[in-house]
């Protein structure tokens, strides 16, 4: 059974900085193209960073030069480094694994950006 948990949300002031994680259990996160997204209450899903099976990177133009999306193989683990946290980065953040026919989701992981 593939599950992916992830971890690593919490309150933080703007300015600050998170690092999620995505664990993967029951396959290796390495076969899949990775995604990020967030929700906010009453918005759209949005997509925030993706990491392909050949490591090529692709950001939202809102986190560009704030997020950086990577993995640890050896760790089996997908994570994101979030600096410079703004108050419309809160969100519920999900990842995602994407192969083919093959999709998995996390349960999320709430990010609070506030004074």
């Known amino acids: 059974q593939v599950q992916l948990v992830e971890s690593g949300g919490g309150l933080v002031q703007p300015g600050g900085s998170l690092r999620l994680s995505c664990a993967g259990a029951?396959?290796?996160?390495?076969?899949?193209?990775m995604t990020w997204y967030r929700q906010a209450p009453g918005k759209q899903r949005e997509l925030v960073a993706t990491?392909?099976?050949?490591?090529?990177?692709n950001y939202a133009d809102s986190v560009k030069g704030r997020f950086t999306i990577f993995r640890d193989t050896a760790e089996n683990t997908l994570y994101l480094q979030m600096n410079s946290l703004k108050p419309e980065d809160t969100a519920v953040y999900h990842c995602?694994?994407?192969?083919?026919?093959?999709?998995?989701w996390g349960q999320g992981t709430q990010v609070t950006v506030s004074s």
């Open positions: 990491i392909s099976r050949s490591g090529t990177t």
């Open positions: 029951g396959t290796r996160v390495s076969v899949f193209d």
């Open positions: 995602n694994a994407r192969f083919g026919e093959y999709n998995f």
